[in-house]
């Protein structure tokens, strides 16, 4: 499955008349529950309706309006948890296929060239982006459209964060990526890659520069790691390491025919089928807790499935066992619950895996933010407001992973958003406020 079939989406698109036969189940619910539980308000109800309708391009418009990464979110997005969960036809059969018509009219959009949002001028104050992920994204291009003179700083070759260096392309594409980013580009928003402020370039040399205001959204870039004995060896990395790696490498990364994969959520899944999709035989995820308990997609889990992955739940890890210096096998220890409450275990049994590659997908870690003279909480996570992103210093704001601890695309959409408005108010009144003054000022001078 290596090369041209790792590259390849996994699910199948709709065609013109699926998508319509899709969009007709819909209820047209007057309350809409779907779209009230969209966070990014991409309000799914309104452009199912015009897809049922024979009406792609409403349906364009309606998605591209509330969300600068409705291509993305159409495919990573976790509808089951969200939009379709409140479907109102899951008490009939099923809920609508919500991402699936949201990738439909996004794919659209893209193959006939249609283009739904244009910036004004770029007339008033510059601001700075620091991370170029799904709400730094959102943020660009969210005050590009008020007409701010928007930069985007990244301290990787590409943009998009995550979305390009973790998701794996059978859920999403590079080319879809990239697409999104081009969007936000041409609407005028600048990019300066390789470039980390902080150490590239300080906050006070961008105000130097003319910047008035930031938003930091440099997400969670480190990886959470186990405490066991073996993390040394040559073999064992984290998901962060082997996802960055593996996609730009467009499937010519080398694995070994046994790989352990340590966690249970979205991407110990991505790194388990990407194993398994680059040549490794046999692949096993490691779970201390049960199947049932996985906070993994619903889909992804499935597809893991489907690529012949193992799951081992109720498994603690307690060893990489090594020689010459490589990983070669994995030892855990096999748990009964006791007390849910009070997590008691009870180690009831051993296994040992062979493995020639162990990845860490425990979670990852946030980035450092004291260069931006902000607060941290106990888990590294930005002191700001959780819905508008303003911190105690007034003209940086912070958005997106670095401020919920990593929560969805969608979400991080939802909350760059949300301090683009934020900044769009602090520079008015701070635009305001040196207007009245120099009235003051005019005002005293024609008194003398």
């Not at 390009?164 to 999104?180: H, K, M, S």
């Not at 997609?297 to 307690?318: M, Q, R, T």
């Not at 855990?332 to 997908?361: C, F, H, M, Y």
């Not at 670095?402 to 683009?420: D, F, Y």
Request: proline letters at 4%; one cysteine or more; aromatic letters at 6%.
């Amino acid at each position: 499955m290596k090369g041209k079939d790792y590259l390849s989406e996994a699910k199948k698109a709709y065609s013109p008349l699926n998508a319509i036969e899709e969009a007709a189940r819909c209820l047209l619910c007057h309350d809409a529950p779907c779209s009230k539980a969209c966070p990014a308000g991409t309000n799914p109800e309104k452009f199912i309706r015009s897809i049922r309708f024979r009406n792609v391009k409403g349906a364009v418009e309606t998605i591209r309006t509330a969300n600068i990464l409705g291509a993305a979110c159409a495919r990573v997005c976790p509808y089951d948890k969200l939009c379709e969960e409140a479907c109102s036809r899951t008490g009939i059969d099923r809920p609508i296929d919500i991402g699936g018509l949201q990738r439909y009219a996004m794919d659209f959009e893209r193959a006939s060239g249609m283009k739904v949002l244009e910036a004004p001028a770029a007339a008033l104050e510059k601001v700075a982006v620091i991370g170029s992920g799904p709400a730094g994204l959102a943020a660009a291009a969210g005050l590009a459209l008020k007409g701010y003179k928007v930069t985007v700083f990244e301290a990787r070759e590409q943009a998009g964060g995550w979305l390009t260096y973790g998701i794996v392309p059978a859920r999403l594409p590079q080319d879809v990526v990239d697409y999104e980013v081009q969007y936000v580009k041409d609407l005028g928003v600048e990019f300066r890659m390789n470039t980390r402020v902080g150490k590239d370039v300080t906050l006070a040399a961008l105000e130097a520069e003319g910047f008035e205001a930031f938003c930091v959204t440099v997400g969670l870039q480190g990886s959470a790691t186990l405490d066991i004995p073996g993390l040394a060896l040559s073999g064992v990395t984290t998901a962060a390491a082997f996802l960055a790696e593996a996609k730009p490498s467009c499937g010519a990364l080398q694995v070994p025919s046994d790989v352990v994969v340590v966690g249970g959520g979205d991407v110990a899944m991505d790194c388990a089928t990407t194993a398994k999709e680059l040549g490794a035989k046999k692949v096993t995820i490691v779970y201390r807790r049960t199947v049932e308990e996985m906070p993994a997609n619903k889909a992804e889990l499935e597809y893991a499935n489907k690529l012949g992955v193992s799951i081992l739940p109720s498994f603690k890890p307690v060893e990489v066992i090594g020689e010459n210096g490589a990983v070669k096998a994995f030892k855990a220890v096999g748990l009964d619950w006791l007390d849910r409450n009070t997590s008691v275990e009870v180690p009831e049994s051993s296994i040992q895996l062979k493995a020639g590659l162990v990845i860490q997908a425990i979670g990852q870690t946030a980035e450092d933010v004291s260069f931006a003279g902000l607060g941290a909480n106990s888990k590294g996570l930005a002191a700001a407001d959780a819905e508008t992103g303003k911190t105690s210093i007034g003209n940086v704001f912070a958005a997106g992973d670095i401020v919920n601890g990593g929560k969805t695309v969608v979400e991080a959409v939802a909350r760059g958003k949300a301090s683009a408005e934020a900044i769009d108010a602090y520079l008015s009144s701070v635009r305001e406020s040196k207007a009245t003054d120099k009235e003051v000022a005019a005002q005293k001078e024609g008194v003398r």
